[in-house]
């Protein structure tokens, strides 16, 4: 009697949840045809008007935080407080003089193209003004690489002229009223060689940023990003020590209070961070006073089939295995953590998925600061991952995934 009670309560449970949306699924949003109502224990949540999400929780005038703890194949995910939902950070990455890098670190100073009119680039300018007066935007990550900074001499003294060119786009960004990722696109090299560990010493990573923050040192919307995605570093600890040299000269320099960004192994992987060592070997860099006050994690996470950000489609939210065991760990860890790229193609699945990422980390704010996605800036529309904005006399029309999911309004 006991089975067939139980095939008959199971078979209620299927019948009744037939027809309604998943917890983190799509419930709503313009043009959604699918069903607006979520199992029980999770409410429809506006996220934006292109998208509602099956939140966990009960239903109030805005999306709540999860009223208990969740649960994944990699463990238990804790609580967020009450106060969560707010996100610090949304933005945008504007690349350009990044151009010529290459993951091996090797990058050519007259491959940069930067993204401003003046310099014959797109107009940067104008992006970062619409998304910030009609999205809602608050950050723009500015990568660059070291190369260009120095002009392909392996220094940490800056090369005035392409320091210039640069400044006039982190202070294009400044007008806007945003926050700027300062970010430096090497890959953990030069040249192919690991920084600290065959490569350039951690003496002359240190001068680089430390002549990098004393031009930035009294704005407190500096974020220093101290580099873009390490990998296949064979000493995660000794990396931690390279990064501690940049975060000590930076503090050093006179930028006392700004964000740093602290990357991991493996692409600096969301996913990762924890299982490579990152989390703990970055979890010792100190500001000079020993405290850890605005030392962040700096992460990454893409949504396609092999996390390399090349393919228009997505397959994963990352919720189960990156971002809800990152949230644990940081929560007991009394750490925050930024991802500073992400994103996906103007796809229907990237649409799904990203907007269901989006909606974990900002319920989950008190660990995550926020998100900046890849990219807009001298890339076309038409790029894999664009999100540059179009301009028809004067008016911006957004890539479909920046409308989705990235805008904040």
């Not at 194949?73 to 969560?84: E, F, L």
């Not at 703990?280 to 850890?292: I, M, Q």
């Not at 295995?321 to 949230?327: C, K, R, S, T, Y």
Request: aromatic fraction near 10%; hydrophobic fraction near 35%.
């Amino acid at each position: 009697m006991k089975s067939v009670y139980t095939a008959s309560l199971l078979s209620l449970w299927v019948a009744l949840a037939q027809g309604q949306a998943q917890e983190w699924q799509q419930c709503g949003g313009i043009g959604f045809s699918g069903s607006t109502t979520c199992v029980s224990g999770s409410v429809c949540s506006v996220i934006n008007d292109y998208y509602s999400q099956c939140i966990p929780g009960v239903a109030s005038s805005a999306p709540t935080a999860p009223s208990s703890p969740t649960t994944s194949s990699t463990g238990p995910v804790s609580t967020a407080p009450a106060s969560a939902g707010t996100l610090r950070f949304a933005g945008v990455n504007i690349a350009g003089f990044d151009f010529g890098c290459n993951t091996d670190g090797s990058c050519t100073a007259s491959a940069a193209w930067p993204p401003l009119t003046q310099y014959y680039g797109h107009d940067g300018q104008g992006q970062m003004q619409h998304f910030v007066n009609d999205d809602g935007f608050n950050v723009f990550r500015l990568p660059v690489g070291w190369q260009f900074l120095t002009n392909d001499v392996l220094t940490g003294t800056l090369d005035e002229d392409n320091f210039q060119e640069y400044d006039t786009l982190v202070q294009t960004c400044l007008a806007t009223g945003a926050s700027c990722i300062v970010d430096v696109h090497n890959y953990a090299r030069w040249n192919k060689e690991i920084i600290g560990q065959g490569g350039p010493s951690n003496e002359i990573f240190a001068e680089l940023w430390s002549n990098i923050a004393a031009k930035y040192a009294d704005n407190d919307r500096i974020i220093f990003g101290v580099m873009n995605e390490p990998h296949d570093i064979p000493d995660i600890n000794l990396w931690a020590g390279s990064v501690q040299a940049a975060v000590t000269a930076i503090r050093q320099a006179g930028a006392t209070t700004q964000l740093i960004l602290l990357p991991g192994n493996d692409y600096t992987s969301a996913a990762t961070f924890i299982s490579n060592g990152s989390a703990a070997a970055l979890g010792n860099v100190t500001n000079p006073d020993g405290s850890f006050t605005n030392l962040i994690f700096d992460v990454h996470k893409y949504l396609d089939s092999d996390n390399s950000g090349t393919h228009d489609d997505c397959v994963t939210n990352n919720i189960d295995d990156a971002f809800g065991p990152l949230a644990t760990y940081l929560r007991a860890n009394n750490r925050q953590a930024f991802n500073t790229e992400t994103g996906g193609g103007n796809t229907a699945s990237c649409a799904q998925f990203l907007c269901e990422q989006i909606a974990f980390v900002q319920q989950n704010s008190d660990v995550f600061l926020g998100y900046v996605g890849w990219a807009a800036g001298n890339f076309d529309p038409t790029y894999v991952l664009g999100e540059t904005p179009t301009d028809t006399n004067g008016v911006w029309t957004d890539t479909s995934l920046v409308a989705a999911c990235l805008a904040p309004k």
